[in-house]
């Protein structure tokens, strides 16, 4: 069928194609319309048959695509529920002449499309369209019922690339990529004969506005490209969007520096309106100074002498405050000659704020390095994060060495904070690993230092909540809400941080420093004192050496200590047992009744410390006598004759005592270590002179004591071996060697000798047999241990005569006529548990001179001379014939034989010089 016999006819026959739901409501909307005959799908040909039918409508696109290319003299309108882009696309290219929505406009679109006329009232003729607008160079094209183009302008055809005169007959959404938006437009304008105006795109990045104008035998469409327009536009809105979302503020004036346009953070900043701004003078934000200066830099600007200008200046708000901003402007030039400026205003209140917090820490900083105290860099420190850096909650920890672990000394209020120790959560991690952390704290106001955790956020977003170590020396904890940071608080911190480690680097070393100096004016004068003591001992050593009786090494060594450094008194006393008194033999210095005192009222002097030094044996010290004055009455009496300290040393050679020595300092702590060592030397070179002086002037009185000693303790060594024997010895004598051990001689009578079992006696380490004569045996034995003979000698004594049995030990001596009996007795028993007195005699010396010569050789001859000479005495060497060769003898001293000899041959020279010589 033509498309005129719809022209013709008073009805226009459909054939709707379709059978899905969809079709049954496409049927329902075509019959609302009387000019429509809609034929139902099968009920007249198969679909695509069109001799009858003046349009077909079908209901998808894949019906679309069964009957299109049928018959290309029948319209095709595609109605769909819910048209999308595929479908639509589908349907185009299946050669369909119109894809519409199923509405209720759907019959005046079936009727346009299948040529009624009548659809736009009042239309005019599309004839004369094409003419007139290819006057104008106009792209323009009309349209046909079924949106074919029908004529075009040469614009049309080259702004969408077709060449003439193909543009005729073509369906207009073919030569659009997105025809969706045209096709709407257009049966906008064709449904409510009105001309229609829209812009969409064309070509390849091309934009264009199209008019749609509705004729009765058509549509004509007129494209205008706008793409610059729109691309200037598009900027022009980005640009608009980008001033309104910055945060800096942006405003323009004109020459008078009247205000024509601000952002919106021109009006967040100052409080003001945009219509207050718009209009009015700059001099309602700033001074009229900063105007002018402002205008020089303009006109500078203007003649070429500089870019663009910086002024920082404060901008009066409208609440009447000021801030500070910091403004960039440059000249402007507009289209009417004239010329403004435009410019950007940046709130640098942080930045001032930041400028003030640096300065601040700056002179915090020098007053950190003026502390003299870990304790007062820590307070100064907490001062600087409250005050300056406006911190919540802060405190400051130092680490403790000793108890290892961080003490808090500086914090707000008096909260008692706990220490932290190894385990106790983020704060002793950061000390460990010094390295800074932050902190999770829920609560600022309540937080558990102890306790805290490390925060997954490391950010300074994440709040002002952190612990920065300080070196070796502690840490800075803060806590601060996220509301509460200001810019850049995480770097102050640090910066405080650092300061105050540097500021307890400086302490440290100013401690150590101050602790060196200490110590070596310590030593110093522990040297000087040193010194001075050595120059005293040296002094009393040789008056030691000049005096040759007991009173007077007593009485030399008192007055040479008093003339020492800060000795006030010295004196030297012995222990009355019976009285438990000590009784002064020698003293010297300011005295002044002390003495007195002390065998006054003997309960209140029994903790005097010459009495404590003379029961117990050892040194005793008292470095302050102030102390205790209320429990001690003899240092009340001490402290008002001016004795500060005192020390008293036992006179003891070989564990027996001679009294002990006290001195009196007018200093406290006069006696350290070092002084007690040369004091208790001093002790010693003192007892052993006493003790020589006693030997010597027991030669030449006409008296001794003679005593006779029972010994039964197992400490002997010759016990033992009497009972390793079993019978009787006699000693005979005894040799000291160089290394310590001692040479026993002795007899072993009517017992058989095994000098094997002697020799597994712990305290014997070499036996050897000399000689057998009858029914006695000279045994020469090494001892590791001391016998009591060489401890008899130490003691002062000298042995007469020494057997032993299975049963004791029995000895007689003699002691010198001075000698306290009692005090040699206990000294023994210390040694030898069991010893017993049996007899005590004095005897009168008889007028030969043999100790005095004995005393004379041992005197010519050397230690090794008189070793070697007693060793081959007493082995026999001497006897005819000799039980002992000189080879046996160098054996038993460890030395070789020519050595032996020598000293052999020197001592019999020296014996023979003193018996024969003149």
């Not at 060449?163 to 938006?181: N, Y």
């Not at 749609?212 to 327009?229: I, K, N």
């Not at 082995?875 to 460890?894: K, M, V």
Request: net charge negative.
């Amino acid at each position: 069928m033509s498309t005129g016999s719809a022209t013709q006819s008073s009805e226009i026959r459909v054939s709707l194609v379709g059978d899905d739901s969809h079709a049954e409501t496409v049927r329902v909307l075509l019959r609302n319309d009387a000019s429509l005959d809609v034929q139902p799908p099968g009920s007249e040909s198969e679909p695509g048959q069109t001799d009858e039918t003046d349009c077909l409508v079908c209901t998808s696109a894949d019906s679309a695509e069964a009957v299109c290319g049928r018959d290309e003299t029948t319209p095709v309108v595609v109605a769909l529920a819910d048209p999308d882009r595929e479908q639509t696309a589908r349907a185009y290219r299946a050669g369909a002449t119109s894809v519409v929505e199923s509405s209720d406009r759907l019959p005046r679109q079936v009727a346009w499309v299948a040529g009624g006329r009548g659809v736009v009232a009042d239309a005019l003729d599309t004839s004369d369209a094409v003419d007139t607008a290819s006057a104008f160079g106009d792209a323009v094209c009309v349209l046909d019922h079924r949106w074919r183009v029908r004529r075009s302008t040469a614009a049309f055809d080259d702004l969408f690339d077709v060449p003439r005169p193909a543009a005729d007959g073509l369906s207009l959404w073919t030569v659009h990529s997105d025809p969706s938006p045209v096709e709407r437009h257009c049966w906008e304008a064709v449904l409510t004969g009105t001309s229609q105006e829209f812009e969409t795109g064309v070509g390849e990045g091309r934009r264009a506005t199209v008019s749609v104008v509705p004729f009765d035998d058509g549509v004509a469409l007129r494209y205008r490209d706008v793409t610059e327009a729109v691309e200037t536009r598009e900027s022009l809105d980005q640009y608009q969007r980008i001033l309104e979302t910055i945060d800096d503020g942006i405003y323009t004036l004109d020459d008078n520096f009247c205000i024509t346009d601000v952002n919106e953070a021109v009006v967040e900043m100052t409080g003001y309106s945009r219509e207050e701004l718009v209009g009015s003078f700059a001099t309602m934000l700033a001074d009229e100074s900063i105007i002018a200066e402002a205008d020089t830099v303009i006109q500078d600007i203007l003649t070429g002498g500089q870019d663009d200008g910086r002024l920082d200046v404060e901008l009066r708000t409208a609440d009447g405050n000021l801030i500070p901003v910091e403004t960039r402007f440059s000249a402007l030039q507009f289209a009417d000659g004239t010329h403004g400026s435009v410019g950007v205003i940046r709130d640098i209140s942080d930045r001032k704020r930041y400028e003030r917090t640096l300065h601040a820490l700056n002179s915090s900083a020098h007053e950190l390095f003026a502390a003299d105290t870990k304790h007062g860099v820590g307070d100064i420190v907490f001062d600087t994060a409250t005050e300056i850096l406006e911190l919540d909650s802060v405190v400051v920890y130092l680490y403790d060495e000793g108890a290892g672990r961080l003490d808090p000394v500086a914090c707000g209020g008096p909260v008692d904070l706990p220490t932290i120790g190894p385990g106790d959560g983020a704060l002793w991690n950061c000390f460990v690993d010094g390295t800074s952390v932050s902190l999770d704290v829920s609560d600022p106001a309540n937080c558990e230092w102890d306790a805290l955790e490390s925060a997954d956020d490391t950010d300074e977003a994440s709040g002002g909540s952190v612990a920065v170590p300080l070196g070796e020396h502690g840490l800075l904890a803060t806590v601060s809400s996220p509301d509460g940071m200001t810019r850049g608080q995480a770097t102050l911190t640090n910066l405080l941080a650092a300061n105050a480690e540097a500021a307890l680097d400086r302490v440290s070393r100013s401690v150590e420093l101050e602790r060196r100096k200490e110590e070596l004016s310590r030593r110093n004068e522990e040297l000087t004192s040193l010194n001075r003591f050595n120059e005293l001992l040296r002094e009393v050593n040789r008056v030691l050496v000049e005096a040759d009786t007991r009173e007077a090494i007593e009485q030399a060594v008192c007055e040479q200590l008093v003339d020492g450094p800060s000795i006030a008194f010295a004196w030297i006393g012995a222990l009355d047992r019976g009285e438990e008194t000590m009784v002064p033999r020698a003293w010297a210095g300011s005295e002044r009744g002390y003495l007195d005192c002390l065998s006054a009222d003997p309960e209140e002097f029994s903790t005097e410390p010459s009495l404590v030094a003379a029961r117990e044996g050892e040194t005793t010290v008292v470095d302050n006598v102030g102390r205790h004055i209320q429990r001690h009455g003899w240092r009340r009496d001490a402290l008002t004759r001016e004795f500060a300290s005192v020390a008293s040393i036992p006179l003891t050679y070989h564990e027996f005592g001679y009294g002990v020595l006290t001195v009196y300092a007018t200093e406290p702590d006069a006696f350290d270590e070092q002084t007690r060592l040369m004091f208790e030397e001093l002790g010693v070179t003192t007892a052993n002179a006493i003790n020589g002086a006693d030997a010597k002037e027991s030669l030449h009185t006409e008296s001794i004591i003679e005593l006779d000693v029972s010994v039964t303790s197992p400490n002997s060594p010759l016990h033992r071996i009497s009972q390793s024997v079993g019978g009787e010895i006699r000693l005979e004598g005894s040799v000291r060697q160089s290394s310590g051990a001692m040479l026993v001689y002795m007899t072993i009578v009517d017992a058989e000798m095994d000098a094997d079992a002697l020799a597994s006696l712990t305290a014997v380490e070499d036996v050897r047999v000399i000689a057998e004569r009858d029914e006695e045996t000279l045994v020469e034995a090494q001892l590791s241990a001391d016998t009591l003979p060489s401890r008899l000698a130490d003691l002062g004594a000298a042995v007469k005569r020494l057997t032993s049995s299975e049963q004791s030990l029995d000895v007689s001596v003699e002691l010198p006529p001075q000698s306290d009996v009692r005090e040699f007795v206990e000294t023994l028993q210390e040694s030898y548990p069991g010893t017993e007195l049996s007899a005590k005699r004095t005897s009168e010396k008889s007028a030969e001179t043999s100790q005095s010569f004995r005393a004379n050789v041992r005197d010519n001859l050397t230690s090794r001379q008189f070793e070697v000479l007693r060793t081959a005495y007493f082995s026999g060497y001497f006897q005819w014939p000799r039980d002992r060769t000189a080879s046996e003898l160098a054996d038993s001293l460890g030395v070789s034989q020519p050595t032996f000899s020598r000293h052999l041959r020197v001592a019999e020279q020296k014996l023979l010089d003193d018996l024969l010589g003149e």
